[in-house]
């Protein structure tokens, strides 16, 4: 109920219509089939798994930093590879990487090399690891690094745990060990530096003109002192 105008904020207390059938049509949800729902979940996995055999029930996933500086120490697994890891990998384009079980998100950039470097040695990795299914088993070719049937019947399907190789790379926090502060950091006022450092990135291109311009000005000055 919504309060209207100065009369006092509504605390009913309502019965709860348990009959579906009742006069106001029970609006109670009960979750009874939760440990079944479980089960079969469980099994729509092993189906799916078996269904894929031996491939990878889930593609390959980048590692990425958690977003904000509070979180930004951590890693986690992200959406998909960008297009200059892809590139780097020595893959064709993004067509082909996602025919292969490799995500991609076009949307996503790298933002540092250290990065780039991991997302392209980890496909590097999975391009090692990687075999081909021949579509006629009986003429697997070998210069596409296709198996034979007898190397087929062998294979066993990956089950590579991503989340636990993303928590490995970075995520420990490197804590500097206690000591003395500086007489250079007592009189360094922290925030005007910081404002400072702000305003010369964020104008970076009109002061590296300007300086340029100075400079310009400078020299035709001298030049004509000398003439005189």
């Not at 996503?108 to 990795?125: A, M, P």
């Amino acid at each position: 109920m919504v309060k209207k105008g100065n009369a006092p904020v509504p605390n009913n207390h309502f019965h709860k219509h348990w009959h579906p059938s009742a006069a106001h049509k029970g609006h109670v949800k009960v979750y009874f089939g939760q440990a079944i729902k479980k089960i079969k979940r469980r099994q729509k996995r092993k189906a799916k798994a078996l269904k894929l055999f031996p491939r990878p029930v889930k593609p390959l996933f980048p590692i990425v930093r958690c977003p904000t500086a509070k979180h930004n120490m951590r890693t986690r697994l992200g959406k998909g590879f960008t297009i200059m890891e892809i590139k780097a990998a020595g893959l064709p384009n993004k067509h082909y990487a996602r025919s292969i079980g490799i995500a991609v998100d076009p949307k996503r950039t790298n933002k540092s090399e250290e990065g780039l470097e991991i997302n392209v040695d980890r496909l590097k990795t999975y391009l090692s690891k990687l075999v081909f299914f021949p579509r006629k088993m009986h003429k697997p070719d070998p210069k596409k690094k296709e198996v034979t049937f007898e190397q087929w019947k062998a294979l066993k399907q990956a089950k590579p745990n991503q989340i636990e190789d993303a928590k490995k790379v970075g995520s420990a926090m490197l804590h500097e060990p206690p000591r003395l502060v500086t007489s250079a950091e007592k009189k360094l006022c922290v925030a005007r530096f910081l404002k400072r450092a702000q305003y010369h990135h964020k104008n970076m291109a009109r002061l590296l003109l300007k300086k340029e311009k100075g400079e310009a000005e400078k020299k035709s000055c001298r030049g004509e002192i000398v003439r005189i």
